[in-house]
Protein backbone atom coordinates (compact mmCIF):
# COMPACT_ATOMS: atom_id res chain seq x y z
CA UNK A 1 0.00 0.00 0.00
CA UNK A 2 1.30 3.59 -0.50
CA UNK A 3 -0.12 6.95 0.56
CA UNK A 4 -0.26 10.15 -1.19
CA UNK A 5 -1.61 13.58 -0.06
CA UNK A 6 -4.11 15.83 -2.86
CA UNK A 7 -5.34 18.95 -2.18
CA UNK A 8 -7.50 20.83 -4.56
CA UNK A 9 -9.44 23.13 -3.36
CA UNK A 10 -12.25 22.28 -0.50
CA UNK A 11 -11.08 18.60 0.51
CA UNK A 12 -15.21 17.33 0.63
CA UNK A 13 -14.44 17.79 -3.22
CA UNK A 14 -11.55 15.69 -3.97
CA UNK A 15 -12.81 13.12 -1.06
CA UNK A 16 -16.02 12.40 -2.71
CA UNK A 17 -14.25 11.99 -6.02
CA UNK A 18 -11.65 9.61 -4.92
CA UNK A 19 -13.51 7.57 -2.55
CA UNK A 20 -14.99 4.48 -4.22
CA UNK A 21 -12.09 4.26 -6.82
CA UNK A 22 -11.08 0.37 -6.79
CA UNK A 23 -7.32 -0.08 -5.34
CA UNK A 24 -8.16 3.26 -2.53
CA UNK A 25 -8.55 1.87 0.87
CA UNK A 26 -8.89 5.36 2.86
CA UNK A 27 -9.16 8.75 1.75
CA UNK A 28 -9.12 10.55 5.14
CA UNK A 29 -9.68 14.81 5.25
CA UNK A 30 -7.13 16.92 6.52
CA UNK A 31 -4.09 19.43 6.37
CA UNK A 32 -0.80 19.87 5.06
CA UNK A 33 1.83 21.59 3.99
CA UNK A 34 2.11 24.01 6.45
CA UNK A 35 3.65 24.89 9.44
CA UNK A 36 1.55 25.01 12.37
CA UNK A 37 0.86 21.48 14.27
CA UNK A 38 -2.37 20.62 14.56
CA UNK A 39 -3.88 23.25 12.96
CA UNK A 40 -7.78 23.51 13.17
CA UNK A 41 -9.63 24.20 10.50
CA UNK A 42 -11.08 27.79 11.73
CA UNK A 43 -6.85 28.14 11.64
CA UNK A 44 -6.59 26.98 8.34
CA UNK A 45 -9.28 29.27 7.06
CA UNK A 46 -7.36 31.93 8.28
CA UNK A 47 -4.78 31.55 6.23
CA UNK A 48 -1.82 31.81 7.79
CA UNK A 49 -0.74 28.13 8.67
CA UNK A 50 0.45 27.47 5.72
CA UNK A 51 -1.51 24.61 5.32
CA UNK A 52 -3.88 23.25 2.30
CA UNK A 53 -6.91 20.94 2.77
CA UNK A 54 -6.21 17.73 1.54
CA UNK A 55 -7.41 13.94 1.45
CA UNK A 56 -4.55 11.44 2.21
CA UNK A 57 -5.48 8.80 0.03
CA UNK A 58 -3.72 5.08 0.41
CA UNK A 59 -3.86 3.27 -2.12
CA UNK A 60 -2.92 -0.20 -3.70
CA UNK A 61 -0.48 0.42 -6.54
CA UNK A 62 -0.81 -2.67 -8.08
CA UNK A 63 -5.44 -1.97 -8.42
CA UNK A 64 -4.67 1.66 -9.22
CA UNK A 65 -1.15 3.23 -10.36
CA UNK A 66 -0.19 6.94 -9.30
CA UNK A 67 -1.09 8.30 -12.56
CA UNK A 68 -4.18 7.23 -12.83
CA UNK A 69 -5.38 8.13 -9.13
CA UNK A 70 -3.74 11.79 -10.24
CA UNK A 71 -5.88 11.66 -13.17
CA UNK A 72 -8.99 11.82 -11.24
CA UNK A 73 -7.68 13.96 -8.98
CA UNK A 74 -7.13 16.75 -12.12
CA UNK A 75 -10.72 15.83 -13.29
CA UNK A 76 -12.37 16.88 -10.10
CA UNK A 77 -10.49 20.43 -9.62
CA UNK A 78 -9.36 23.18 -12.30
CA UNK A 79 -5.37 22.69 -11.19
CA UNK A 80 -5.11 26.25 -13.18
CA UNK A 81 -6.56 28.21 -10.55
CA UNK A 82 -3.78 29.41 -8.04
CA UNK A 83 -4.78 29.58 -4.74
CA UNK A 84 -8.57 28.99 -4.90
CA UNK A 85 -11.14 26.25 -6.83
CA UNK A 86 -14.35 28.78 -8.00
CA UNK A 87 -15.17 31.05 -5.12
CA UNK A 88 -12.91 29.15 -2.93
CA UNK A 89 -10.28 31.43 -2.30
CA UNK A 90 -7.12 31.46 -0.13
CA UNK A 91 -3.77 29.73 -0.27
CA UNK A 92 -5.08 26.89 1.67
CA UNK A 93 -7.32 26.11 -1.11
CA UNK A 94 -4.12 25.63 -3.74
CA UNK A 95 -4.01 22.45 -5.94
CA UNK A 96 -1.12 20.37 -4.74
CA UNK A 97 0.32 16.98 -4.26
CA UNK A 98 2.77 15.67 -1.89
CA UNK A 99 4.02 12.70 -2.53
CA UNK A 100 5.80 10.27 -0.79
CA UNK A 101 8.16 8.76 -3.12
CA UNK A 102 10.55 9.92 -5.71
CA UNK A 103 8.09 7.47 -7.94
CA UNK A 104 5.39 9.37 -7.14
CA UNK A 105 7.26 12.80 -7.70
CA UNK A 106 7.83 11.23 -11.06
CA UNK A 107 4.38 10.07 -11.94
CA UNK A 108 2.91 14.07 -10.94
CA UNK A 109 5.50 15.72 -12.90
CA UNK A 110 4.47 13.40 -15.98
CA UNK A 111 0.80 13.62 -15.43
CA UNK A 112 1.21 17.56 -15.47
CA UNK A 113 3.64 17.19 -18.52
CA UNK A 114 0.59 14.90 -20.37
CA UNK A 115 -2.24 17.19 -18.40
CA UNK A 116 -0.87 20.73 -20.01
CA UNK A 117 -2.23 19.74 -23.28
CA UNK A 118 -5.87 19.90 -22.08
CA UNK A 119 -5.78 22.67 -20.20
CA UNK A 120 -5.70 26.91 -21.98
CA UNK A 121 -3.96 28.25 -19.15
CA UNK A 122 -1.01 27.13 -17.17
CA UNK A 123 -0.68 24.29 -14.49
CA UNK A 124 0.13 25.21 -11.05
CA UNK A 125 -0.24 22.96 -8.94
CA UNK A 126 2.45 22.52 -6.10
CA UNK A 127 4.60 19.04 -6.34
CA UNK A 128 6.07 18.55 -2.89
CA UNK A 129 7.87 16.21 -0.77
CA UNK A 130 4.94 15.03 2.32
CA UNK A 131 6.28 16.70 5.78
CA UNK A 132 3.47 15.91 7.52
CA UNK A 133 -0.48 15.66 7.54
CA UNK A 134 -3.26 16.33 10.50
CA UNK A 135 -6.45 15.09 10.15
CA UNK A 136 -9.34 17.32 9.82
CA UNK A 137 -12.00 17.62 12.37
CA UNK A 138 -14.96 14.16 12.43
CA UNK A 139 -17.33 16.72 11.08
CA UNK A 140 -15.56 16.88 7.62
CA UNK A 141 -15.10 13.10 6.97
CA UNK A 142 -17.75 12.09 4.40
CA UNK A 143 -19.00 15.54 4.51
CA UNK A 144 -20.55 14.81 0.81
CA UNK A 145 -22.28 12.01 1.84
CA UNK A 146 -23.39 12.99 5.35
CA UNK A 147 -24.71 16.30 3.62
CA UNK A 148 -26.06 15.87 0.13
CA UNK A 149 -28.66 18.49 0.46
CA UNK A 150 -26.54 20.91 1.69
CA UNK A 151 -26.45 24.01 -1.13
CA UNK A 152 -22.40 24.16 -1.05
CA UNK A 153 -22.60 20.34 -1.53
CA UNK A 154 -25.50 20.35 -3.99
CA UNK A 155 -24.11 23.25 -6.40
CA UNK A 156 -20.19 22.92 -6.12
CA UNK A 157 -19.62 19.59 -4.65
CA UNK A 158 -22.10 17.05 -6.80
CA UNK A 159 -21.63 18.44 -10.29
CA UNK A 160 -17.33 18.02 -9.29
CA UNK A 161 -18.16 14.38 -8.55
CA UNK A 162 -20.58 13.60 -10.98
CA UNK A 163 -18.04 14.72 -14.22
CA UNK A 164 -15.33 13.01 -12.33
CA UNK A 165 -17.43 9.72 -12.41
CA UNK A 166 -18.92 10.42 -15.57
CA UNK A 167 -14.64 10.58 -17.33
CA UNK A 168 -13.51 7.77 -15.15
CA UNK A 169 -16.17 5.84 -14.48
CA UNK A 170 -14.61 2.52 -15.13
CA UNK A 171 -12.32 2.84 -12.46
CA UNK A 172 -14.95 2.68 -9.92
CA UNK A 173 -16.68 0.00 -7.27
Given at each position: ??T????????????????GL?????????????H???????????????H?E????????S??????????F??????T??N???????P???????????GQ?????S?I?K?EA?????????????KNF?V????????F??N??N??C????????????????????
Amino acid sequence: METIVLGGGCFWCVEGAIKGLRGVSEVIPGYSGGHLENPTYEQVCAKNTGHAEVVKVTFDPSIINTATLLEVFFTCHDPTQLNRQGNDIGPHYRSAIFYTSEGQREDSESVIEKMEALYENEIVTEVTAFKNFYVAENYHHDYFKNNPSNPYCRGIVAPKIAKTRAKHGDLYE
